[in-house]
């Protein structure tokens, strides 16, 4: 069975500082995997490689089979991995469900906008299906559906960004950085609500995690990545209980 | 009472031509982080293709036609200054535009010619209202604006395409993540725009007649109505242009027309000055390292044999060249004191000055008239009031960089291009206050400078002059590359890759930029002081705005930061300047009669050339990227690695 996303040996530089350095990473359909390191270790350099917004020095990245390497953003969400950016990064002038629609228009965005715009048209109601599906989830974004999207808290904007990742239909989600900024009660939800997701509909997320608990109790598997390579794979139970992981990110002494 | 309202009649009209400009400014600058230099280019294509459809076509269809010509070749401005995938910056971006209006005005003049067109606008029939004249078109084109402003608006809330542009806006970034392509998306902001100011344009030649020039002061009067609102929202950039058409009316109905632009720009400095109180330019995220990037430096002492070398030779060489050639060697080296201050400015802050053909003037008219004398009273000319000419050439940089320091000290602490059209409006104010202040400047016929530039004695003129500018700018490079290898240059050298960054380590970002921006004044000041005893002579034909533009175009040829390359770049501009004069002074080319404009199409249209091609593919200049290619070229003969790649690794 192919991989969902299947990375291999990539190189990301910038500059003539090396960012990854021949990382390898495959997510099958309806995983869950956490990419856990420190600051600076490549995680986000990595999840930005994916999804097209940083071209790769070298190595390939797959999605179902096919070579997305270097391809724009736009591609990658048609071919269905959709990030969540760090921070949210919510469009705050436009009410929230401004925001939620833009998620779907960017699905049927190609370079053309008036073939784009018509496609998106063709799709209206679909879209529509597709947002009370979203409104049914998260209710709370269709309280705030006509609040402009910088007027609401970090935790809705984060559900926001989320909800819009999801209104292009995406095979799997990659989301950076998930809790950060946001109170531990908040990032409980959220996650129950991507676990939910992940089980219901079966969609696949590639999580970069600070917090290395919220990572592992989340996600069925784990990458460790140290200064650009991968120092540990495994299933998250397994990865916990190494002692090296243990002390470096779960803040404790050997188990 | 009525004069009042005529001119607020007449100053909603022409302010709402502004309006529309300043709105289409807004969309792009806001989609795509881009300020449109260009814009004004398709006010004058709306107005210059009605012109030619309106004896054969209703005046409607005339005017649709030209705003879909002028989206149409907007849409190909946005392809070629949005660039390649993450190649072009921001910056680049900028200068692609300039570029894009120096070669559209090269065209215009070359279909057109030079003189200014208008036609009849909807009715010659003016409306007596209570002794208020009111021309239907007046009425015409402020309804059309407001009604375009709002049309506009509920585009950019309503539509998924509007909300797509608005999304843009908010975070790029955000907007390719989600999938949408932020490139068709600035294509689609550009035409929206393009066919904006080709309606104000189309709307405003019967009332003002349009030639291929009136593009800047368009551009330069549409960034000011923007700029009321801080560039971010239409319906301020609606009620900046209703501003400034009023005032500018004010000026001409109760002080003196000739400073309607004048004042109305100035109130325009001062509001941006004003609103840059409480912002901080330490915001601004802009990395110039694409442009830039630092040299190894060769050891001091090495560097300051090598240009001591070069500087003798230089000024060896002024005293073997035929008199003729003798002025366009001297011009060489007074531009490269000026390219020498402006690429440390685009370079190291990030910064572009289309201005520094204005500090050169100032340079060159306080040498001038600080030597004449002056006496209000009876014309200028006071020999008993002038002083010494050598003090008075020492005089010009200091009067050039005061006057940069009052406009940079609020304009650099304010992220953006704000300065580049600051120094435009400077130059067009500085050209005009020439005409404006006949009784010092001598207006169009200039100053004659009778007493020489003497010292101990020795007259400096000729060749003499020559090899004097090229010992300063020998001087002037010593200083510059130490200043790159300082302490403080290293810190430029932080500005440059990264100011957010430099902020956060403690480099005062606006302090520095505006010390740079000094700097570049001053080597323009003495340039102009000098140009002045080049000839004995300064008038306002030495200092067109294409002159800033001319200055611009040498820094890109010689890579943005590269003061080696700045000199080089001038050399080769004046020289390439100096043979497309003599090709456009010829009657035929290739068997193709030639134009009178000829020259001034020549040089614009390869100027703006130069500055597209250069940012699209050699991002670093073009005289390194000959460099690269060479040193590449050496190192596959020699199988060696080459100095640059050793020193990479």
């Known amino acids: ?255 | 009472m009525t004069t009042f309202v005529q001119l607020v009649v007449v100053g909603l009209s022409t302010g709402s031509a502004f309006a529309l400009v300043g709105i289409g400014l807004v969309l792009v600058y806001r989609t795509t982080g881009i300020v449109n230099f260009a814009q004004g280019v398709f006010a004058v294509i709306g107005g210059l293709v009605t012109f030619r459809l309106a004896d054969d076509l209703p005046l409607a269809v005339a005017m649709l036609v030209a705003i879909l010509v002028a989206g149409v070749l907007s849409s190909v401005l946005a392809v070629v200054a949005v660039g390649f995938r993450g190649r072009t910056t921001n910056l680049a971006s900028i200068i692609i535009t300039l570029g894009a209006s120096f070669l559209a005005e090269a065209l215009l003049l070359l279909e057109f010619g030079d003189i200014p067109r208008t036609y009849r606008g909807v009715s010659d029939h003016a409306w007596n209202i209570h002794g208020v004249l009111v021309q239907p078109q007046y009425v015409l084109i402020a309804a059309v604006a407001l009604a375009a402003a709002v049309g506009l608006t509920l585009f950019l809330r309503r539509t998924i395409v509007g909300q797509a542009l608005v999304a843009c806006s908010d975070s790029r970034r955000a907007a390719e993540l989600v999938g949408l392509n932020i490139r068709s998306l600035a294509v689609v902001a550009f035409v929206g725009a393009g066919a904006l100011c080709a309606l104000a344009g189309s709307l405003l030649a019967p009332s003002s007649p349009m030639t291929y020039s009136s593009d800047v002061a368009i551009t330069v009067n549409g960034f000011a109505a923007a700029v009321f609102g801080g560039l971010a929202s239409v319906r301020l950039a609606l009620l900046g242009g209703y501003a400034l058409g009023i005032l500018e009316q004010f000026v001409v109905g109760y002080i003196n027309p000739q400073y309607s632009l004048i004042i109305a720009l100035i109130v325009m400095l001062a509001l941006i000055g004003w609103r840059s109180r409480g912002e901080i330019a330490a915001a601004g995220h802009q990395a110039h390292a694409a442009v830039h990037r630092a040299r190894v430096p060769w050891p001091a002492p090495v560097r300051l044999g090598l240009i001591a070398a070069a500087t003798v030779f230089a000024c060896w060489l002024a005293y073997q060249l035929a008199p003729f050639d003798v002025s366009l060697y001297d011009r060489m080296g007074l531009y490269a004191l000026v390219a020498v201050g402006l690429t440390l400015l685009m370079g190291f802050a990030g910064q572009i000055s289309l201005g520094q053909g204005a500090f050169f003037l100032i340079g060159a008219y306080t040498s001038a008239i600080l030597t004449v004398g002056i006496d209000p009273d009876r014309r200028l000319v006071d020999p008993e009031a002038g002083i010494s000419p050598v003090l008075a050439v020492l005089a010009a940089p200091v009067v050039a960089a005061a006057i940069a320091a009052v406009i940079g000290l609020p304009l650099l602490r304010l992220r953006g291009h704000y300065l580049a059209f600051a120094t435009l409006s400077l130059h067009l104010i500085a050209f005009s206050l020439l005409y404006a202040w006949d009784r010092f400047s001598g207006g169009q016929y200039g100053i004659s400078v009778t007493k020489p530039l003497e010292v101990g004695g020795w007259v400096v003129r000729g060749a003499n002059h020559a090899a004097v500018v090229w010992a300063l700018v020998g001087l002037v490079l010593v200083l510059a590359t130490n200043l790159v290898h300082s302490r403080v240059g290293r810190a430029l050298q932080a500005l440059a890759t990264d100011e957010a960054s430099a902020a956060a380590s403690g480099v005062g970002v606006a302090s520095y930029k505006l010390r740079l921006f000094v700097l570049a004044a001053a080597l323009a000041g003495i340039g102009g002081g000098l140009f002045t005893f080049a000839f004995q002579f300064v008038s306002p034909e030495a200092f067109p705005v294409v002159l800033s533009v001319e200055f611009v175009v040498m820094v890109a040829v010689g890579g943005l930061g590269n003061v080696y390359g700045a000199v080089a770049g001038t050399i080769a501009i004046l020289y390439l300047e100096q043979k497309l004069r003599e090709l456009g002074a010829r009657d035929a080319l290739a068997g193709w009669s030639l134009p009178d404009a000829a020259p001034t199409v020549f040089s614009y249209g390869v100027f703006g050339l130069i500055l597209i091609v250069i940012m699209l593919f050699f991002p670093r200049g073009l005289l390194p990227a000959l460099g690269d290619v060479t040193a590449r070229a050496t190192a596959r003969i020699s199988r060696r690695p080459s100095r640059a790649r050793a020193s990479a690794s």
């Open chain 1, 1 to 255: 069975m192919t991989a969902l996303v299947e990375v291999r040996d990539l190189v990301v530089r910038y500059g003539p500082a090396v960012a990854l350095d021949g990382v390898s990473l495959t997510l099958g359909p309806g995983e869950r995997v956490a990419l856990v390191g420190a600051n600076g270790a490549g995680k986000t350099s990595l999840l930005n490689a994916v999804c097209g917004v940083v071209r790769p020095a070298a190595g390939t990245v797959r999605i179902a089979g096919d070579d997305v390497t270097g391809r724009a953003p736009t591609h990658v969400v048609r071919r269905g991995v959709t990030q969540v950016p760090e921070g949210r990064q919510v469009f705050p002038s436009l009410p929230v469900e401004a925001n939620l629609l833009l998620g779907a228009f960017g699905r049927s965005f190609r370079t053309e906008i008036l073939t784009s715009t018509l496609r998106f048209a063709r799709r209206r109601s679909e879209a529509r299906r597709q947002l009370e599906r979203i409104y049914s989830l998260l209710p709370k974004l269709y309280e705030l559906r006509d609040r402009p999207a910088g007027r609401t808290s970090g935790g809705e904007q984060q559900m926001v960004a989320i909800g819009r990742a999801l209104m292009a239909e995406p095979r799997a989600l990659a989301i950076d950085e998930l809790s950060l900024g946001l109170a531990p009660i908040v990032v409980e939800q959220l996650a129950r609500f991507l676990l939910r997701l992940n089980e219901e509909d079966g969609v696949a997320i590639l999580l970069v995690e600070q917090n290395a608990v919220l990572a592992f109790d989340l996600c069925e598997r784990a990458y460790v990545l140290e200064t650009g390579r991968i120092a540990l794979a495994g299933d998250s139970a397994e990865i916990r209980d190494r002692p090296e992981v243990h002390s470096a990110y779960l803040g404790g002494g050997p188990a």
